[in-house]
């Protein structure tokens, strides 16, 4: 921008005003300061500190976000971070700098060895530093952030006058995403005095306030004293004659085993049947001319009654092939194609046969939430699905340790019975269960797990 357009300057000073005032965000500003200052007068590289933090590098000219792991962006944070030291004659960080510090040319020269020797490879020679502090007229006026331009050409004084006049728009934009000022002078003002007596007392009040001991605890509905089909054999599960939660009667078929292993078992047994009898028979005609024969009719009884005891055993496993149900109730298993074509053993669980009408809760509470709970005690299930819906239960058992969860966590095992009076919930329905213990002061019972973290880590 050329001296001898004055009012293009000043159009350009006003635009940029606005858009950082307007800026919504802190990355919105840092945008604007870094590449449209660039309306105003000309420069090659821009680069926006802040004392957020630590203090890092926001804003980089050209890049929509500077990348604090590339070589240049942390030179340039090591650099501007020597530049925000305070300046001479500002002796705390809360003291206002004098106008004309606000804008300073940086000397090459002055700089330590470790930035001057790589000023060249980063930078061109000709740079501005601009302090970017609260507006003159708000309290304060410590720098929070510093703007850094180069170029190659020196800069004019018209320049360093616009540049510093754009610094108060940018510091007074930097302010208004600083709102800790206000509800801190507001909580101070809140806490002085007999105010901050009467607070501490309130507070003492309520913390001691008693309230109730409650937990929560994974829990699902299961059935009381259900009856467990078991796998009669050893086989594979050929088909289901059932689906899942269907009604059952007494002989109602279940599921049924393959065939095919015991029927080839049981035709070799009747043919091994067959060649004993003929053997037998054989022997008892020999044994009326031959002593031989005599003695070995007594071995092939015993090989013909052991044949017959094999069929027999066969064709009894056979009979077992299909399951039926020995009692009246619901089929309670996930899906039948689970089990098609799975191999089973004798006794391995295939599914429940449970009555609807005798349920009860099952919940884990997790070892970190223990409460001194006992039978009898109160519980609530909160069936998921339903937010409208809740089930009161008494506590029947609670485990003596903690086991592991399907989950992975550590939870005792907490058995409850539903109330009579209300109706029951559906099998499999899962939930969250709260369970209740003592009354305690509303402060033990908010401390509580970090006291519990801390005498862990502190042993005491």
């Not at 809360?94 to 020269?109: I, K």
Request: hydrophobic share 45%; glycine share 6%; aromatic share 6%.
């Amino acid at each position: 921008m050329s001296a001898a357009d004055p009012n293009a300057s000043l159009l350009s000073l006003l635009q940029l005003q606005r858009r950082a005032r307007d800026a919504a965000t802190p990355e919105a500003l840092g945008f604007v300061m870094v590449n449209e200052t660039l309306q105003l007068l000309p420069y090659r590289q821009a680069v926006l500190w802040t004392q957020a933090g630590l203090g890092q590098v926001a804003a980089v000219s050209g890049l929509p976000q500077p990348d604090t792991s590339a070589p240049y962006v942390q030179w340039a944070g090591r650099l501007c971070r020597h530049l925000m030291r305070p300046l001479p004659g500002q002796s705390e960080p809360g003291a206002a700098p004098e106008p004309s510090a606000a804008l300073t040319e940086v000397s090459v020269e002055s700089l330590p060895e470790a930035l001057r020797t790589d000023w060249t490879q980063w930078l061109p020679p000709s740079a501005l530093w601009l302090r970017l502090g609260h507006a003159p007229d708000l309290e304060g006026g410590a720098a929070e952030a510093g703007l850094l331009l180069a170029r190659d050409t020196p800069w004019l004084p018209h320049e360093k006058a616009l540049l510093q006049e754009l610094g108060h728009a940018y510091a007074h934009a930097l302010h208004a995403f600083r709102p800790r000022q206000a509800w801190q002078g507001r909580l101070g003002a809140a806490l002085s005095g007999k105010a901050r007596r009467r607070w501490i007392a309130a507070l003492l009040l309520v913390s001691l306030c008693p309230v109730r001991l409650t937990a929560l605890a994974q829990a699902e509905v299961v059935p009381q004293n259900p009856f467990m089909v078991r796998a009669p054999l050893d086989g594979v599960i050929e088909r289901f004659d059932i689906r899942p939660n269907e009604a059952v009667q007494p002989g109602t078929p279940l599921f049924s085993l393959d065939t095919s292993v015991l029927r080839t078992r049981m035709e070799l047994a009747r043919k091994a049947l067959d060649a004993a009898q003929e053997e037998y028979r054989q022997s008892a005609q020999a044994a009326v001319t031959s002593d031989k024969s005599r003695a070995e009719t007594a071995l092939r009884r015993g090989k013909l009654q052991e044949k017959a005891v094999e069929v027999d055993y066969t064709a009894e496993q056979l009979a077992r092939i299909q399951v039926k149900a020995d009692r009246k109730g619901v089929a309670v298993f996930a899906d039948g194609n689970d089990w098609i074509g799975k191999a089973v053993s004798l006794g391995e669980r295939v599914l429940l046969i449970a009555d609807p009408g005798q349920v009860e809760l099952l919940a884990w509470l997790p070892a970190a939430d223990l409460l001194p709970l006992a039978v009898g005690d109160r519980l609530t299930l909160y069936p998921q699905g339903a937010p409208l819906q809740s089930f009161d239960a008494r506590i029947s058992s609670v485990a003596y340790r903690a086991e592991m969860t399907r989950d992975g966590f550590l939870a005792y095992r907490i058995k409850a019975s539903f109330e009579a009076g209300q109706a029951p919930p559906r099998i499999g329905q899962l939930g969250s269960a709260r369970l209740h213990g003592g009354w305690a002061p509303l402060i033990y019972v908010a401390l509580r797990r970090p006291l519990a973290v801390a005498r862990q880590w502190l042993g005491w």
